[in-house]
């Protein structure tokens, strides 16, 4: 069965029946926002980086380089949640849901980025590019 593309989407926009599956992949729920608003038919809090991981990076994108390479060793230890998105994925269009502002620099992006690569445990730990 072939994997569909993951999309990503802040989860303040508003939901798209495009969307398909939408997964919540942060620790924390975003401020301000209902579970009606926010239309996450999944909120897997185990795919979002450790809090130590978190407040350390502090979405700071001079720290990019070096969170996206202990997020990807993080998941490397998570291979249940891996194998979880990628088998949803095979199933449904999937929209990983994220909080942060910004859109290029926060846990989803990386998240795919291991999920694209492949779920195996070398692929999520490999160096950042």
């Keep these: ?39 996450a038919d999944l909120w897997l809090r185990e795919a979002a980086p450790s809090s130590a991981l978190r407040r350390w990076y502090g979405h700071d994108p001079r720290r990019w380089r070096q969170f996206r390479q202990k997020y990807r060793e993080e998941l490397a230890k998570r291979p249940d949640v891996l194998h979880t998105l990628d088998d949803l994925r095979r199933r449904t269009p999937v929209t990983l849901l994220f909080a942060a502002r910004d859109e290029a620099h926060n846990n989803a992006v990386v998240l795919r980025e291991v999920l694209s690569a492949g779920t195996s445990g070398q692929a999520a730990s490999s160096n950042a590019r």
């Design 1 to 39: 069965m072939r994997r569909r593309p993951i999309k990503l989407k802040r989860v303040y926009e508003k939901p798209s029946p495009a969307d398909g599956l939408r997964v919540l992949v942060d620790r924390r729920w975003p401020r301000g926002l209902s579970q009606h608003d926010a239309a």
